[in-house]
C-alpha cells in the first residue's frame, strides 16, 4: 500500500513517486525506476518539495532541494 503518491507532467516527462521508489516516464514510452534510497534528498522531501521539478536538456532538477538527476 502506498503512503505517498506524486504525480507531475512537464515536457514530455512524467514523475510519479510511489511505494519508496521513482518512476520516470520519457516521451516514447522509455521508463527507468529508482529505489528513493538511492537519493535521501529525494527520500525525506516533502510532497511540495518533490512537485517543484524543471526538465533540464539531460535530466530532472528539483527547485527547492537544489538536486539534480541524469537520465538518458
Do not use: C, Y
Not at 514523475?15 to 525525506?44: C, Y
Not at 535530466?59 to 538527476?69: M, P, Q, S, T, V
Amino acid at each position: 500500500m502506498p503512503l505517498f503518491t506524486s504525480r507531475k507532467q512537464q515536457q514530455h516527462l512524467k514523475v510519479t513517486f510511489q511505494n519508496d521508489m521513482l518512476l520516470v516516464e520519457q516521451a516514447g514510452g522509455k521508463q527507468q525506476v529508482f529505489p528513493l534510497a538511492f537519493f535521501p534528498k529525494l527520500k525525506d522531501a516533502s510532497e511540495e518539495e518533490r512537485n517543484d521539478w524543471t526538465a533540464t536538456s539531460g535530466g530532472i532538477h528539483w527547485n527547492k532541494l537544489d538536486f539534480n538527476l541524469s537520465i538518458s
